[in-house]
Structure formats: structure tokens, C-alpha cells
């Protein structure tokens, strides 16, 4: 098993060192096409999904036990916020983004079709990366046709309100964390990933990326496609919307009333 880890590991590594290379090299290659934004996209979600499925691989595979998976997922976190050079590799955090128009609407569709795109292309990749036979627990999962199976452990609706709960509170640390320098804030949010993933992982996986979903998800037999959309689609851009909602919304407007609730009654005092 160490040397399953150690491999895995080394893999994850090697992924993350070829996609910055080909994030540097296509950035300077498209600078002045207004291009270079969507190929780092394409390429910093291809890299998030490609480790992710190793991680998913090495936890329920290869076993490995629940304190060592919430390491790596904390770690892989934090060097994807520290690499992903301006990407967001998430469809509901683009939509976030594209409501504070930060980029336009049109800029968001193709940032969201980059991804997808990637999650497609690691989804083909994996299996081929995994068809060398790096590590014994590669050969295995090889010999069982790379066989995945479905992670929602619980009703539908459960299971829904998981993946919206997680993703609440993914947005509304990313929100409330950007006025922190870059270096601190990736803990903080990678910090946040990891707790999520354990309260909510044994029930859907926890993943509250519908790109990463449809990568590392959507083949595994258990649920159908319309079930996986509901909990790993929807819910999750719900989540996001309910914390954008809550935060710039409802909250300011309380704030307001209460403001002027309070007014006449110190105009009274002083009268």
C-alpha cells in the first residue's frame, strides 16, 4: 500500500508539473489572441480532474485510511489555488462570477464549455494512464475494467441537500476570503474543501463542481444521468446561488431595516 501511495503521489505530481508547463507555454503562446484566458482554463481543469481521479482512486480502491485522504485532498487544494493562474475550474463558480460581471456572460459560457471539455478529456485520459501499470493498485483496478461505483450512499434528496450544503459553504468561504493575500487564502478555502469532504464525503462523495462530477461521476453505475445531474448539477449551483442570495442580498437588506428600525428610537432620546 505505501508503494501504491508513494506512485500515486509521484503521478499526481507529474500531472500538476506537465499542466503548469502547458499553462506557461500556451499563455505566451495566445497572449495576444484574448485566447490564453479559456486555455488555462481548459488545461487547469483537465489537472484538477485528472488528480482528482487518483485521490478517488486511492480511497476507495486503494483503501487507504480516512485521515490520510483528507491530507492529500487538503494539499491538492492548495496547489491547485496556488497554480491555476486566474482559473476556476467550476461551472457554478464562473456563474458567480459572471453575476458580480466580472467578465460577461459570453466569457462565462465558454469558460464553462473549457471545462466540460476537460473533464471529458481526463475521463479518457485516466484509464490510459492507469492502462501502464504504474502501481499494483493501477493493475488492479485495471482488471476490474476500471469499474466504478456510484458514490451517493443515501436518498436522492438527502443526497441533493448534501452537495447544495457543501457548495454553500465552499462559495461563501471563496466570497468572504477574497480580500486575503492569495498565499493564506488557498489554506483557508483548501481548509473548507477538506472539511466538507469529510462530513459530506460517505454520503455523496462530496464533490460540488459539476465539471469534476461529470469527469469522475457520471460513468459509474448505480444512478441514472438524470439522478446524477439533480445532485451534482443542480444542487450545487443552487448552493452557490443560495450563498450569493444570503450574503448580498438578505443579509444587507436585514441590515438596512434594522438601521432604520433603530433611528426613531434614538431620535425619541434625544428629543
Not at 459560457?109 to 471539455?117: E, H, N, V
Not at 444512478?223 to 452557490?240: A, D, Q
Request: aromatic content about 8%; proline content about 3%.
Amino acid at each position: 500500500m505505501t508503494a501504491d501511495v508513494a506512485v500515486s503521489l509521484s503521478l499526481l505530481a507529474g500531472i500538476v508539473a506537465l499542466s503548469d508547463i502547458t499553462r506557461k507555454l500556451l499563455s505566451r503562446a495566445l497572449a495576444d489572441t484574448g485566447l490564453s484566458v479559456y486555455a488555462v482554463e481548459l488545461v487547469s481543469t483537465f489537472q484538477l480532474c485528472c488528480c482528482t481521479h487518483e485521490l478517488k482512486l486511492l480511497s476507495e480502491v486503494g483503501g487507504i485510511e480516512t485521515r490520510l485522504a483528507l491530507t492529500l485532498t487538503y494539499l491538492a487544494s492548495v496547489v491547485h489555488g496556488l497554480t491555476f493562474s486566474g482559473a476556476i475550474g467550476n461551472p457554478s463558480g464562473t456563474l458567480e462570477q459572471a453575476y458580480r460581471a466580472r467578465f460577461s456572460g459570453g466569457c462565462a459560457l465558454a469558460r464553462i464549455a473549457c471545462q466540460f471539455a476537460a473533464a471529458a478529456a481526463a475521463q479518457a485520459a485516466v484509464p490510459v494512464i492507469w492502462g501502464i501499470g504504474l502501481s499494483g493498485l493501477h493493475v488492479r483496478h485495471k482488471l476490474h475494467d476500471y469499474r466504478c461505483i456510484s458514490p451517493i450512499h443515501a436518498p436522492l434528496p438527502e443526497a441533493a441537500a448534501v452537495e447544495l450544503a457543501c457548495a454553500f459553504a465552499v462559495q461563501t468561504a471563496i466570497t468572504h476570503t477574497r480580500s486575503v493575500e492569495e498565499k493564506y487564502r488557498v489554506h483557508a478555502v483548501a481548509a473548507v474543501i477538506a472539511a466538507v469532504v469529510y462530513a459530506g464525503g460517505s454520503v455523496t462523495g462530496a464533490v460540488f463542481n459539476p465539471a469534476l462530477a461529470f469527469s469522475t461521476q457520471f460513468r459509474c453505475s448505480g444512478n441514472s444521468f438524470l439522478e446524477y445531474s439533480l445532485v451534482y448539477w443542480l444542487s450545487p449551483l443552487l448552493g452557490m446561488m443560495s450563498s450569493v442570495l444570503l450574503f448580498d442580498q438578505l443579509i444587507p437588506l436585514l441590515s438596512i431595516k434594522s438601521s432604520a428600525l433603530h433611528l426613531p428610537l434614538e431620535t425619541k432620546k434625544r428629543a
